[in-house]
């Protein structure tokens, strides 16, 4: 007896994130002491965007699967069956002139994955069963690299570090 299942998942996300470290500047001091004696810092950094550091970007996610589930006796069941996974990554509309790959967010399309599942009753009379299963299995890329990749790039955000004393 065969019992054959088959689906898909769309996600179509959008997010709009803002990223701008040191966007209100940053002092640095090697002690506690050149602070709150009021001494100069060693280090001031501060960031720059046109942009406010505010990026909007989409992540559409796809799936299907297909599997089946076999009753081969009536103490073992196997189950089987394949996975493809895609993700679409929305691409930078700026890109570095000097660095042409950080306009560029590769889309991950090749995660097709197998997997493979047993339950077996050893007395055949329902009390105890074993199961196990094997398999590949992929997750989506963290949307905060999409974020950066659209952001951090040396044209949407730029930092300045002033070294103050050497």
Same mark, same amino acid.
């Given at each position: ?45 501060? +960031? ?79 009390? +105890? =069963? ?16 999409? +974020? ?9 955000? =730029?930092? =300045? ?6």
């Amino acid at each position: 007896q065969h019992s054959i299942r088959g689906g898909f998942n769309f996600d179509f996300v959008e997010f709009e994130d803002l990223f701008l470290k040191y966007g209100g500047g940053q002092y640095r001091f090697d002690f506690w002491d050149e602070f709150l004696d009021g001494e100069m810092p060693y280090k001031y950094t501060q +960031a720059f965007s046109p942009i406010d550091g505010r990026v909007e970007y989409g992540v559409n996610t796809y799936a299907v699967y297909l599997q089946d589930g076999w009753q081969t006796t009536p103490s073992l069941s196997l189950i089987y069956g394949l996975r493809y996974d895609y993700q679409d990554h929305d691409q930078p509309t700026t890109a570095n002139p000097l660095y042409p790959l950080t306009g560029q967010i590769p889309n991950d399309s090749d995660n097709l994955s197998a997997r493979l599942g047993a339950a077996w009753d050893p007395s055949g009379d329902g009390k +105890a =069963v074993l199961r196990g299963g094997i398999g590949l299995f992929y997750d989506a890329a963290p949307t905060i690299l999409d +974020a950066k990749a659209h952001s951090t790039n040396g044209v949407n955000i =730029v930092q =300045v570090t002033s070294w103050c004393r050497w």
